[in-house]
């Protein structure tokens, strides 16, 4: 589905900005994983056929006072958007529990209340 994220990008700008090859993203991210600071959660349809995923790494500022979790990807297939399964997947990465914040490229998301 990244392949499929990456070419809708790049329909929607106009630019082949990316470059993408699943047997290296493949080994990207088993690498990624085995750190255990990169998480992907994924949604599934019915008949158990992926339809969708989001993807945490962990970050760190000042700001944030410590760690937090970014949101890098979230990707829903053409074929299953307007379901709510983008919304689904947020609220699964923001009670993961592993953060008490969340942030995109574009905003935050309150994961839980903090800890203190």
């Known amino acids: 589905?990244?392949?499929?994220?990456?070419?809708?990008?790049?329909?929607?700008?106009?630019i082949p900005?990316?470059?993408?090859?699943?047997?290296?993203?493949?080994?990207r991210l088993q690498d990624f994983i085995a750190g255990k600071k990169y998480f992907v959660f994924v949604a599934k349809d019915q008949d158990k056929k992926l339809v969708g995923f989001i993807t945490l790494y962990e970050s760190y500022a000042l700001y944030a006072e410590g760690a937090f979790g970014t949101i890098p990807e979230l990707y829903v297939r053409p074929g299953f958007k307007s379901q709510s399964i983008g919304q689904r997947l947020i609220e699964q990465a923001k009670s993961f529990g592993r953060f008490t914040r969340l942030e995109t490229v574009g905003g935050y998301y309150a994961a839980a209340p903090a800890i203190r």
């Open 17 to 27: 900005a990316f470059h993408f090859n699943l047997e290296e993203t493949t080994l």
């Open 1 to 14: 589905m990244v392949g499929e994220l990456l070419d809708e990008i790049m329909a929607a700008i106009g």
